[in-house]
């Protein structure tokens, strides 16, 4: 719920939980994440709500082929992309959401439409096209959406035998964004094309609300990354807001639930937080997450554990 203080704003991304990144990419997911954190800040300056700010922010790293949404999402077994989005507003706990979404360029817009034109939290597939079709999104043809590194690396998946140990995903490079606003309110959004080399159909964390990100505005706002179906069987996002409800820091919410995925399932992840004070922390388990918050005119951001890099904006 808003408060009667006006809030100091703030926006948080991430690029993704990775176990590897070739150091040639690393500046380019640095200034991806920059781009897409200042992008929803001008929102929240503007006078913007939570939710139009992480819309806009993961509608930039959507269109960025270096992260795994949207333009560049990795393919599944087919050689096909399948997207999966969600978005949530903290106000009243409306959300929105897509999944197995084929041949639309940017799947958290139409997440949004979702949650804002129909009755419904989540539609799938063929029924997502349907609805893409009636709201006038349009349609792109899926080539379009596929970078040469990630046919390359779908090949390099599909040439190891079953006897070789499955290599870890090197970015994952789910995308998600949580903001305040100067209401005090809070909003998430996520999005992913998911694993490389999936079976048809298969839907991860991204979608699911408490899973891929929760928001509400009496607590907070969480965006996941990592390994899907590890996030989805420790409700990631929704736990991380239960220890911030039970008294602890957004840094220590996080640490501790990513510490109980670790632990129970064997899981590596990321998430960002930020609280309804306007506190706020990106934590992760991977080897590296790419990051940006905004705050106070001031854009922070790193890739890998111990870096923290400001600069002011203009």
Same mark, same amino acid.
């Given at each position: 719920m808003a408060g009667s203080v006006a809030m100091n704003p703030v926006v948080l991304v991430h690029g993704g939980a990775s176990s590897e990144i070739p150091q040639d990419l690393e500046e380019r997911l640095r200034q991806g994440v920059?781009? /897409?954190a200042t992008a929803g800040y001008k929102v929240l300056k503007e006078g913007g709500r939570a939710l139009d700010a992480?819309?806009? /922010?993961?509608?930039i790293l959507e269109d960025d082929p270096e992260f795994n949404a949207g333009h560049g999402a990795v393919l599944n077994a087919e050689g096909t992309v399948e997207m999966d989005a969600s978005i949530m507003d903290g106000r009243d706990l409306s959300s929105g959401a897509v999944c197995a979404a084929r041949c639309i360029a940017n799947p958290i817009q139409l997440a949004r439409l979702v949650m804002e034109k129909t009755p419904h939290c989540l539609l799938t597939s063929h029924g997502a096209a349907k609805f893409a079709c009636a709201m006038g999104v349009p349609v792109i043809p899926g080539e379009q959406l596929i970078t040469e590194r990630n046919r390359q690396d779908l090949e390099k998946e599909k040439q190891k035998t079953d006897a070789e140990t499955p290599s870890p995903q090197k970015n994952q490079g789910?995308?998600?964004?949580?903001?305040?606003?100067?209401n005090g309110d809070v909003a998430y959004a996520t999005s992913t094309g998911g694993l490389m080399n999936k079976m048809v159909g298969r839907v991860g964390d991204s979608p699911c609300v408490g899973s891929g990100g929760y928001a509400d505005s009496a607590m907070g706002a969480v965006s996941s990354t990592g390994h899907g179906e590890s996030i989805l069987k420790v409700n990631l996002a929704r736990l991380i807001l239960f220890h911030v409800q039970q008294g602890k820091a957004v840094g220590e919410a996080a640490d501790t639930?990513?510490?109980?995925?670790?632990?129970?399932?064997?899981?590596?992840?990321?998430v960002i937080?930020?609280?309804?004070?306007g506190d706020w922390a990106a934590k992760w388990t991977t080897e590296?997450?790419?990051?940006?918050?905004?705050?106070?005119g001031k854009v922070h951001f790193g890739l890998h554990r111990d870096e923290a890099r400001v600069f002011s904006l203009p």
């Open positions: 920059v781009r /897409a992480v819309e806009a /922010a993961v509608t789910t995308v998600g964004a949580v903001a305040l606003d100067s639930a990513l510490g109980y995925m670790k632990s129970k399932v064997k899981g590596e992840g990321g937080v930020v609280s309804n004070a590296s997450m790419p990051w940006a918050a905004a705050q106070d």
